[in-house]
Nanobody, 123 residues
Framework: QVQLVESGGGLVQAGGSLRLSCAGSGRTFSSWTMGWFRQAPGKEREFVAGISGQSARTDYADSVKGRFTISRDNAKNTVYLQMNSLNPEDTAVYYC????????????????WGQGTQVTVSS
């Protein structure tokens, strides 16, 4: 079992940056694919970025490519999401999640979820 706790959300002006962190539990953290998703009010949860267990592969939603960077530090059991050039459309609750296989982009493929952290971008 994996427990995930996100942090780093907050209020930022358009054009600003935030770095989200997700701390995971368990000795097998490095074997899990980690993903970031977000959900805005009235919208479905959507894939933002994913990273394989040894950081060999990453994937991004088109809407964040070139602005967001996902990374992980397996020694610290932590995955990060660096978000630059934020705009109001990025406002959402951001969730990290762990998947056992592959590098999926669908929420149903992820086995464990954090509680989420709010990101609000003001115009």
């Amino acid at each position: 079992q994996v427990q995930l706790v996100e942090s780093g959300g907050g209020l930022v002006q358009a054009g600003g940056s935030l770095r989200l962190s997700c701390a995971g539990s368990g000795r097998t953290f490095s074997s899990w694919t980690m993903g970031w998703f977000r959900q805005a009010p009235g919208k479905e949860r959507e894939f933002v970025a994913g990273i394989s267990g040894q950081s060999a592969r990453t994937d991004y939603a088109d809407s964040v490519k070139g602005r967001f960077t996902i990374s992980r530090d397996n020694a610290k059991n932590t995955v990060y999401l660096q978000m630059n050039s934020l705009n109001p459309e990025d406002t959402a609750v951001y969730y990290c999640a762990a998947a056992r296989f592959g590098l999926p982009t669908t929420a149903a493929a992820y086995n464990y979820w954090g509680q989420g952290t709010q990101v609000t971008v003001s115009s």
